[in-house]
């Protein structure tokens, strides 16, 4: 069994193993999320298959979960490689993209089932103030005004008092900016969009971003796991230290 300390590689072996260049790799040492590199009599830093790893692990986390939380992940497995904290941290990580993944099978329903919607037979009775309309999405009613004030979903306003009140098209818009919200569509797309979907149009881009979106929850996936197999190979096993055969 060869010890994930025992090969001594330079600066740039470690660099051109993980893709990175050798002040990134520096760089990950002075953040933690290499650990502390061996030196030469002259000063050189000598690492291990364990900094090549760790490297590679933090590169696929990155992918998958983001700078910040790839180091929190990376730097556990250094501090407490023996603790839960490292698992409950990945087991986060695959929540958040299952409730990503979630969002987006909603969305793909909802704008199926809304885009085939027809509004008629309108009455006064049917219209939706700005708390019963929040109720219904669970948003704030702040959140509704922020999409009034960016033409995303306008209401009628009463003459006299001013008052907010959303008729079923209007309601109807509210439901996709909250479900395209909740699927990733930032606000900017939206305005420009909002206007074709009102008049029935342009609902294949909306099937293409919730695809592109989809793509890229599965390429946060593939990071995710080529992170964990990476990581595998720090973390000891029944209590003995992590090697390599």
């Known amino acids: 069994m060869t010890g994930l300390q025992s090969v001594r590689l330079r600066t740039v072996d470690v660099a051109r193993r993980a893709g990175y260049s050798v002040q990134q790799v520096r760089n990950l040492e002075r953040d933690g999320v290499l650990p502390p590199a061996a030196r030469t009599p002259s000063g ?11 490297a590679l692990a933090y590169r696929a986390f ?11 992940i990376v730097r556990a497995a250094h501090r407490f490689p023996a603790s839960p904290e490292v698992f409950a941290l990945l087991d986060a990580a695959h929540a958040r993209l299952d409730a990503e993944r979630t969002d987006l099978r909603r969305a793909r329903e909802a704008a199926g089932a809304i885009s085939g919607e027809r509004i008629e ?3 006064a009775s049917d219209a939706m103030s700005v708390s019963e309309l929040a109720g219904a999405l669970g948003v704030r009613p702040s959140t509704l005004r922020h999409w009034d ?3 995303l979903a306008v209401p009628d306003r009463d003459p006299l008092r001013g008052t907010r009140r ?20 930032r606000i900017g797309a939206l305005r ?9 149009r342009r609902w294949e881009d909306v099937a293409s971003a919730l695809d592109a979106r989809e793509a890229a929850v599965v390429a946060r996936s593939r990071g995710l796991l080529d992170g964990a197999a990476a990581l595998a190979a720090l973390l000891p096993r029944d209590g003995k230290p992590a090697t390599f055969s």
Do not use: F, T
């Open 44 to 54: 050189h830093r000598l690492y291990g298959e364990r900094h090549v790893q760790s």
């Open 62 to 72: 990155a992918a998958g979960a983001g700078p910040v939380e790839a180091k929190r």
């Open 121 to 123: 037979g309108v009455r």
């Open 149 to 151: 004030a960016e033409g």
């Open 166 to 185: 959303y008729s079923p098209a209007q309601v109807r818009d509210a439901r996709v900016v909250h479900q395209l919200r909740r699927a990733g569509y």
């Open 192 to 200: 420009a969009l909002m206007p074709e979907l009102r008049h029935g």
